[in-house]
Nanobody, 132 residues
Framework: QAQLVESGGGLVQPGGSLTLTCVAS????????IGWFRQVPGKDREGVSC?????????YYSDSVKGRFTISRDYAKDTVYLQMNDLKPEDTAVYYC????????????????????????WGQGIQVTVSS
């Protein structure tokens, strides 16, 4: 069964860092664009970042995380990472990784707009809490 699994979440103080990891089982990530999304209860899902497959495309970061978050992928390990630095309380959310055969959105797309994308595979989500 094809699925994605996130890890690396947890509780961190403001200004701290976390690295989220996304791995797949049942399929290889190579040919998929991988997106990170987040959602707070009662609010719309928003798109955070995206890394394209090696075939084509550019990175995407939402305005709120640009300069603080870095997305990367290790093809040898078939893993995607989201390095989150200078975390703020407003980054608190459940974070999801997702895979799709398309490309990443252009940087002109807002986080809310990207959050409405329908991806083929989704992880179960992992909690990130930024609090003192």
């Amino acid at each position: 069964q094809a699925q994605l699994v996130e890890s690396g979440g947890g509780l961190v103080q403001p200004g701290g860092s976390l690295t989220l990891t996304c791995v797949a089982s049942g399929f290889a990530l190579d040919y998929y664009a991988i997106g990170w999304f987040r959602q707070v209860p009662g609010k719309d899902r928003e798109g955070v970042s995206c890394v394209p497959s090696y075939a084509d495309g550019s990175l995407y970061y939402s305005d709120s995380v640009k300069g603080r978050f870095t997305i990367s992928r290790d093809y040898a390990k078939d893993t995607v990472y989201l390095q989150m630095n200078d975390l703020k309380p407003e980054d608190t959310a459940v974070y999801y990784c997702a895979a799709d055969e398309g490309t990443c959105p252009p940087m002109t797309h807002s986080a809310t707009y990207y959050g409405k994308y329908e991806y083929k595979y989704w992880g179960q989500g992992i909690q990130v809490t930024v609090s003192s």
